[in-house]
């Protein structure tokens, strides 16, 4: 098997790498201060998963592990028909994501019945910790990963020779726990003969929602996670047109950070809750006109996104608030709930204003079907209630639907890698 699928992941390495739209004309003409120059979009796809990747991959996979030095096939993502070639065998995938601090593990079927799934979350021990300390990342990582990727198989009531590919996330993550996750898929291919298909983790965000709910290409995704921000067009299952990224720090650390800084952690409603969690729950309490956060990047004309502002914001308004109070060591300030709505409805703001532009550039460019316009909304942070609801919002507005998946299908799992 794996000469064919050697040549299958290589057929990849084709695709021209980066592709430019021109948009300038018709900008102006419409007065709709768009981009002004060309605009650099890059097809995702190309982008991410270019030569150099696949090349790296491919060896990291095989030179990595001391376990075995026998050979791993590696199968491209888009090219799973070449598994079997019986079209009766029920055709199982085992998805293992580490790439933060999740170790999570699923087997799934073709059809993306999900089969057997296993997680094991480090978000406590991490909250604990004041933050993800990359070396305890890993060594929980290898604490667990062959237990959670044992028990998703027990779940799937299936045995290891069942699984007929291992897709792991290899890019982009925390080089310490994305090596403790493609050294156990490269040990299990090795052992049980099996290919492996290496899974870039925001692809896998983009194109989780497929599993739940019917959504046809091509669709805009915007995915709002711990390490990311991306505004995309998701043309194919590996064709992304990108339309805006994170400048800086993502959406996730800042709700992490000023989580942090309020020392929510502390209080009892908040034990055991990721940044982001805590700061909706404190949010639900509190008013989010308090207090006036800065519009960001409201002059640029392009769709990027920025959060540190926003996160320095808060920062000082926090420390201010706690000089004003009187509040120190682990004390909780009595208005946090006002600054956690404040901050999440500034943070709302933001996207909202990207987004804005983004439909408004699909419209004009015909980038997305008239009729049955689809905005997915994923990662981590796509699980705050509050932020899909104001984008829900905007989209009436646009006669465009709004499609998120579950919130557990959001945040890190090893679903939406098998998948
Ligand atoms: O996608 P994810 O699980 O991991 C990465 O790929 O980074 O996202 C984790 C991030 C964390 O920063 C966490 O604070 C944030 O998602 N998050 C939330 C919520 N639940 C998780 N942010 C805002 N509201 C939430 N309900
Ligand atoms: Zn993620």
């Not at 026998?70 to 888009?78: H, I, M």
């Not at 480090?122 to 990963?145: C, F, S, W, Y």
């Not at 043309?235 to 959406?251: A, E, H, I, T, Y």
């Not at 956690?340 to 980038?367: M, N, P, T």
Request: proline fraction near 4%.
């Amino acid at each position: 098997m794996s000469a064919p699928l050697r040549h299958a992941t290589f057929s990849l390495m084709s695709y021209s790498r980066y592709r430019c739209i021109k948009t300038a004309t018709l900008e102006r003409q419409t007065n709709l201060c768009f981009w002004n120059t060309n605009l650099p979009s890059l097809d995702l796809s190309c982008y991410l998963m270019s030569y150099r990747f696949y090349c790296q991959c491919y060896r990291y996979l095989r030179r990595s592990s001391k376990i075995n030095k026998s050979k791993v096939a590696l199968l491209p993502r888009n090219n799973r028909n070449n598994l079997s070639t019986d079209a009766c065998t029920p055709r199982y995938v085992l998805g293992i994501e580490t790439s933060c601090d999740d170790t999570g593990a699923a087997v799934v079927d073709y059809h993306g019945n999900i089969i057997g799934e296993a997680l094991n979350s480090q978000t406590r021990i991490h909250v604990e910790m004041g933050g993800i300390i990359p070396i305890i990342a890993r060594d929980l990582h290898k604490q667990n990963i062959a237990n959670v990727v044992d028990e998703a198989i027990k779940n799937a009531k299936l045995s290891n020779q069942d699984i007929e590919a291992i897709a792991v996330t290899t890019e982009p993550g925390l080089a310490l726990s994305l090596f403790i996750g493609v050294n156990h898929a490269k040990m299990l291919a090795s052992k049980y003969r099996k290919p492996v298909i290496p899974i870039h983790h925001m692809e896998a965000h983009a194109l989780t929602v497929r599993m739940v709910e019917r959504v046809e290409f091509p669709y805009l995704v915007l995915l709002v996670s711990g390490g990311h921000c991306l505004l995309a067009l998701a043309q194919d299952v590996n064709k992304f047109l990108l339309l805006g990224r994170g400048l800086d720090d993502s959406p996730g650390d800042a709700f992490d950070k000023t989580a942090r800084q309020m020392k929510l952690k502390n209080l009892k409603e908040c034990a055991g809750l990721s940044g982001g969690e805590a700061v909706e729950l404190m949010a639900k309490t509190g008013n989010p006109k308090s207090f006036q956060f800065p519009g960001v990047l409201s002059q640029n004309r392009d769709c990027n996104f920025s959060f540190s502002g926003l996160k320095f914001h808060a920062k000082n308004l926090i420390f201010q608030e706690e000089l004003k109070q009187g509040i120190d060591g682990g004390n909780v300030l009595p208005n946090a709930g006002d600054i956690c709505a404040s901050f999440q409805d500034g943070i709302v703001k933001h996207l909202l204003h990207r987004i804005r532009r983004g439909l408004l550039y699909s419209e004009l460019k015909q980038l997305l079907p008239a009729e049955n316009k689809t905005l997915v909304l994923s990662g981590g942070v796509a699980s705050n209630m509050y932020i899909r609801q104001e984008i829900e919002n905007l989209c009436q507005h646009f006669n465009c639907r709004l499609v998120c998946p579950p919130p557990k299908l959001c945040t890190d799992n090893g679903v939406m890698i098998a998948w």
